[in-house]
């Protein structure tokens, strides 16, 4: 690699990233690189530090060192909704919806237009907003649930409903954490299809656990172990990693 | 199909309605002037309990020192009727005239720098909302920025409104201490004290009462809205949905200080005094108290409690003083436990439907179709 050729090569570049909570370093020195439309799935046994790499890159936890470049523009030191603005969104790994809102007011808040206090008062319901959400709902199977309170959902629909909140922010970084856990075969099915559809023309960071879901989606597959990379490659060379085998595959 | 293009849902209107004609019309036909006083008095703590439906019932920012607004917005008003109140005339036996007379006793001898632009009825009109909008700008600022919330912001609160209390108490030459501002008289030489100007400054109340409602409501039905209520149930998705949730906690805490400094002042017009005591820990948890009587989630509900609850204050402490303070906590617990929506849920869930289900009957037998669940549905005509 280059020096200087490669932020215009990766749409995200992690480098050297550290983070230690009270001495415990749960990210340790991690480096890799996402390229545009790239599908990349992190997978790792509980307590690798999966979930906490997101937290990184979206700018809910923040890094003890290191760099997170997007786009050429350094994370580390942006606040979350400026992380978001940026192009970066992200999924939770427990559906968090708002489920005192309907289905319309959940995805209209995510649209991404009137974030400012000033703007929100004056935000107008408009065709645009209108015709946005209904294309929304319909890709993430909620179009005759528009006027649903989100709380009456079952949970693989909220699932979706966060996923689509994503979608309408329309982020170059699409970062989901387990969306098909908890899932039921006909709603995880559903969701490969979903998740299909929707990474065209954007980077994907997907953290999972199903490795049958992992082999269909992923283009490059990273596994985590202690807060550092084991392996990382295609699917099918990480499979067959021995030092994978051992501490994750092999169970 | 999902448009609100109402400003009222039906039972909203309803509410609107109800609250209308008691305060335009029943009330002022059936009180004296001493009772409707009261009410004016109760109306008030209306316009603190209407902040807290928005600050905490939607926003989920329980402040346990309204007082604090609610004191800056009296105060200012008072500053202004107490400067009128004590003209040269009024205060030749001073040692020093044309100064308060709290000032005079405590050996101040001219009118404090701070005090001179309250002589002017435009300055005190906009500092009224300006200074407890200031105030809670530069608190929420402080608190909201650096993600403190919950509890530790209730307790801080709690903190400013104890502080300002000791700090008006102990500065008695320049706040007139804890007997507060009292003998205020005239508003640009009109006199507050008789009973048609007490009758007027009440309808002067209740319309601002329902300029505040419309400005509550407008807020309401805005995204900012639903975004406070987001905000109340999933803090991180509205941040990670690309808003600064500390500026939308900011603002709902500024609009709560507004409100209430807007009560404090009709307070100083309509009772005729303003004191330390509506500023501290114990008027700014009653303020709560009343809002969740009411039920923190409805605007009509929260007024309606603040109304009642100040209406059995004074029945009952009338006979029962020492009592008084036991109700008031256990309302407050049956709240709590039995029923968290207070009034208006018991409302919504026991006499709503029945409504409902009336309207419904009739509307079926005249032909009158469409779905009666107002929710945001388009409106049948």
């Keep these: 690699m280059l020096i200087g050729h490669q932020p215009k090569d990766f749409l995200l570049a992690v ?30 046994p509980n307590g690798a530090g999966k979930t906490t790499v997101l937290d990184l890159i979206c700018g809910k936890t923040r890094a003890t060192s290191g760099s997170i470049q997007f786009r050429g523009k350094e994370l580390t030191k942006m606040r979350e909704n400026e992380i978001v603005q940026t192009g970066v969104g992200r999924k939770f790994q427990t559906p968090s919806v708002f489920e005192d809102l309907t289905v319309f007011e959940n995805l209209e808040i995510s649209f991404p237009r009137g974030r400012t206090v ?71 099915a559903k969701t490969a299809e979903l998740l299909n559809r929707i990474i065209k023309n954007r980077s994907v960071l997907v953290i999972e656990h199903d490795m049958k879901f992992v082999e269909d989606i992923a283009h490059k597959v990273t596994v985590l172990h202690q807060g550092q990379i084991l392996s990382e490659g295609t699917m099918e060379k990480v499979q067959n990693d021995p030092k994978v085998i051992e501490v994750y595959l092999g169970h | 199909m999902i448009i609100n293009s109402r400003f009222f849902n039906r039972s909203e209107l309803m509410g609107f309605i109800a609250l209308a004609a008691v ?40 402040s346990l020192g309204q007082g604090v607004f609610f004191g800056l ?66 608190i929420g600022t402080a608190m909201f920025k650096r993600r403190v919330g919950g509890t530790y912001f209730a ?77 109340r149930e999933q803090e991180d998705r509205v941040r990670f949905s690309g808003y600064s949730v500390a500026n939308f906690k900011i603002f709902a805490f500024c609009m709560a200080a507004v409100f209430a400094a807007i009560g404090g002042a009709m307070f100083a017009l309509n009772v005729g005094f ?64 039995a029923f968290p929506n207070g009034l208006s849920g018991l409302w919504a869930d026991y006499v709503q439907p029945r409504i409902d289900r009336l309207f419904a009957s009739r509307k079926s037998k005249s032909d009158w179709s469409g779905n009666s669940v107002a929710d945001g549905a388009a409106p049948a005509e």
């Design chain 1, 15 to 44: 480098s050297g990233l550290t983070v230690s909570f009270d001495g415990f370093k749960a990210v340790k020195d991690l480096s890799f690189y996402v390229e545009e439309n790239e599908i990349r799935v992190i997978i790792g």
């Design chain 1, 118 to 188: 000033f703007g929100s008062l004056t935000f107008q319901r408009d065709q645009l907003v209108k015709d946005r959400v209904e294309e929304v709902a319909e890709m993430i199977f909620l179009k005759d649930k528009l006027n649903t309170y989100a709380d009456e959902l079952s949970h693989g629909q909220k699932q979706w409903l966060e996923i689509g909140m994503l979608l309408i922010q329309d982020p170059d970084l699409l970062m989901l954490d387990e969306p098909v856990a908890g899932m039921s075969v006909s709603e995880r």
């Design chain 2, 23 to 62: 305060l335009f019309v029943i009330l002022p036909l059936t009180l004296d002037v001493f009772r409707l006083n009261l009410v004016a008095k109760y109306l008030t703590y209306a316009f603190v309990a209407l902040g807290l439906v928005l600050c905490w019932g939607y926003g989920g920012i329980l």
């Design chain 2, 73 to 138: 917005g009296g105060y200012c008003m008072a500053m202004f009727l107490k400067l009128e109140a004590s003209s040269v005339e009024n205060t030749k036996i001073q040692s020093t005239p044309g100064i308060p007379d709290f000032m005079d006793w405590n050996q101040i001898t001219s009118l404090p720098l701070f005090w001179q632009p309250f002589h002017s009825l435009t300055f005190t009109i906009l500092a009224i909302i300006l200074v407890p909008g200031i105030f809670a700008l530069i």
């Design chain 2, 155 to 231: 307790i801080i609160t709690q903190a400013v409104a104890a502080i300002l209390t000791i700090l008006i108490v102990g500065q008695q030459g320049y706040t007139g201490g804890i007997n507060g501002m009292t003998d205020l008289r005239t508003l640009k030489g009109w006199d507050i004290r008789p009973d048609h100007a007490k009758i007027i400054l009440y309808f002067v109340e209740v319309v601002l009462l329902f300029v505040c409602i419309g400005i509550a409501q407008f807020i309401r039905l805005t995204k900012l809205g639903r975004i406070l209520v987001a905000m």
């Design chain 2, 274 to 337: 303003m004191s330390p005591s509506f500023v501290g820990i114990v008027p700014s948890i009653e303020m709560v108290i009343y809002t969740a009587v009411g039920g923190r989630m409805s605007i009509f509900g929260a007024i309606w409690g603040a109304i009642l609850v100040n209406f059995a204050k004074t029945s009952l402490s009338e006979s029962f003083p020492q009592l008084w303070l036991f109700g008031l906590g256990a309302l407050f617990i049956a709240v709590v436990l």
